[in-house]
């Protein structure tokens, strides 16, 4: 790793640029350096001074050249100073630093513009021959509108392009023709249904889904779906099958009503839904993810039409068999994490004799109980012992690094990830991973009758809601928060936390003389 790196505990990330090699006259600190930089594509600041001083990212540094060499030195405010050496060069206004084999280019502030144009006019030149391979063309009898098409790797011929057939309630984006003619028009669902050509059809859910898994499931296919350009804050695709989606925008109906997020934002309909069912709709932004939604407000979004009959019957089909698995997946889980708790082993700390319950998760040996040592910075909660037998001790940082007996250890932020990723994810896991009961019973009755509850505890972790101390204890009996072995830079540390009434996983990071509880995993 170079010397500039993310997270707040060592900003040291590598400083580099491909560029052709030039013949400059070579200073400690030549005039050619002097000035703004930004490093593209994430645009971190680099200021060089002529006095062999500068900034990064807003931390001091120094630097100076020795013949072809680059000599810089950051000093980061929350860790301890590195120097780096590379090989440089510089290209007009692009700037390059080369440390170890992995280039990154710096750009003159004032260029920046400039150069982001260049690459955008490049990366459209080298898509246009590429997608002028891969495309077919289709004319739309009804309208002699001529629709590029592309063979994608489901096996189905997809439009290439937004629909832009004028029918029932459809609109321009702004009510502004120009936007038809570059994003296609947006379709309220019912005209969506019977707006492709003869021979085409809206896809359903499946088909979306299908394609998705086909260029690498819903993480990804944004980047393989979207247009090398044509998306703004960063977000153009890699347009890996010439099928070019396009930030069409929509429109909203409801209290907010309007066109939003032309530019930025691509929502596609499927043609799933019912009059009691709201009809399902794709979304891609500026991340690589596809988003898959119910529809609520939205009034117009765009279409893309697929080549064949209509796959209504055969949807059906699948979505029988599809729920068919799906229970027996549900089946198959519940054996599973049944079989995960049966299989709890006792565990005995020597130092102490205190006995533990561990639980094997996704790999890993963890202990289904919090750690109860006393050593160092360690409470019991209001001083009250009842609380250590119940919850365990809360602990400081320095003290928890230590506190788990030998062939154990604090885990990881990663570990932490890893489980929680493994019990249904963030979002889910707070109510795989608590305890049936010991959370306080503050549920109401409609809450119950509702459907909330404080945890399933599928996997036998048996997370209990110990409190926490930050100057006076608080919440015992409502949150539990668990230390993590990673510093997140400015003296804090990243931490677990379950609260009674929601289900999830949240992180974020606490003072190290805070008390949190441990839970040991095996090393």
Not at 222 to 244: C, I, M, P, R, T
Not at 315 to 344: D, G, H, T, Y
Request: charged residues 30%.
């Amino acid at each position: 790793m170079s010397f500039f790196t993310q997270h707040g505990r060592t900003l040291l990330l590598t400083l580099v640029v491909v560029v052709v090699a030039v013949c400059v006259a070579y200073a400690d600190h030549p005039k050619v350096l002097v000035g703004q930089w930004v490093r593209v594509p994430d645009e971190i600041p680099l200021e060089l001074f002529s006095d062999g001083t500068g900034l990064f990212n807003g931390d001091n540094l120094t630097w100076k050249t020795e013949g072809k060499r680059f000599v810089i030195t950051v000093y980061p405010k929350t860790s301890s100073f590195k120097t780096e050496v590379g090989d440089y060069s510089l290209s007009g206004y692009v700037f390059t630093v080369v440390f170890g084999n992995s280039p990154t280019i710096f750009v003159k502030k004032e260029n920046l513009a400039e150069y982001k144009k260049k690459k955008e006019e490049d990366a459209k030149k080298e898509a246009a021959g590429r997608l002028e391979k891969l495309s077919d063309y289709f004319t739309d009898s009804r309208s002699g509108q001529k629709y590029r098409t592309v063979k994608m790797p489901d096996g189905k011929t997809w439009m290439a392009q937004n629909l832009n057939y004028q029918i029932g309630r459809s609109w321009c984006y702004g009510d502004d023709n120009s936007n038809c003619e570059k994003y296609g028009r947006l379709y309220d669902w019912n005209t969506a249904k019977t707006a492709c050509p003869t021979g085409w059809h809206l896809p359903s859910q499946e088909t979306w889904d299908g394609l998705l898994k086909a260029v690498g499931g819903a993480g990804y296919a944004g980047g393989a779906l979207k247009s090398v350009a044509g998306w703004e804050k960063g977000g153009n695709g890699k347009d890996d099958y010439g099928f070019s989606a396009l930030p069409g925008g929509r429109l909203d109906g409801g209290e907010f009503s309007g066109f939003y997020s032309i530019g930025n934002g691509g929502y596609w309909w499927t043609a799933t839904g019912s009059d009691s069912r709201s009809p399902r709709f794709k979304l891609m932004d500026a991340s690589g993810y596809v988003q898959d939604h119910y529809n609520l407000n939205g009034i117009g979004y765009s279409v893309r039409c697929v080549e064949g009959e209509d796959e209504k019957l055969k949807a059906e089909e699948e979505r029988a068999k599809r729920e068919e698995r799906e229970k027996q997946e549900v089946e198959r889980a519940r054996l599973e994490r049944e079989k995960i708790k049966n299989s709890r082993q006792p565990f005995t700390d020597t130092r102490d004799g205190k006995k533990y319950l561990t639980v094997k998760i996704g790999g890993k040996t963890w202990m289904a109980e919090n750690l109860n040592y006393e050593t160092g910075k360690s409470w019991c909660y209001d001083k009250r012992n009842s609380s250590c037998d119940k919850y365990g001790r809360l602990y400081d940082w320095k003290t928890a690094m230590k506190a788990c007996p030998t062939g154990y250890h604090l885990p990881s932020r990663e570990e932490w990830k890893a489980l929680v990723d493994y019990a249904a994810g963030k979002e889910a896991a707070g109510e795989k991973l608590k305890t049936k009961n010991g959370w306080a019973n503050i549920l109401s009755d409609a809450d119950i009758e509702g459907g909330k509850r404080y945890g399933t505890d599928d996997y036998g972790f048996s997370a209990l809601p110990g409190g926490f101390r930050s100057g006076g204890f608080s919440a015992i009996g409502l949150v539990g928060v668990w230390w993590t072995a990673t510093e997140s830079g400015g003296g804090k540390v990243y931490r677990q936390i379950m609260s009674y009434n929601k289900d999830n996983v949240t992180e974020n990071n606490g003072d190290k003389s805070d008390g949190f509880s441990v839970r040991c995993v095996a090393d």
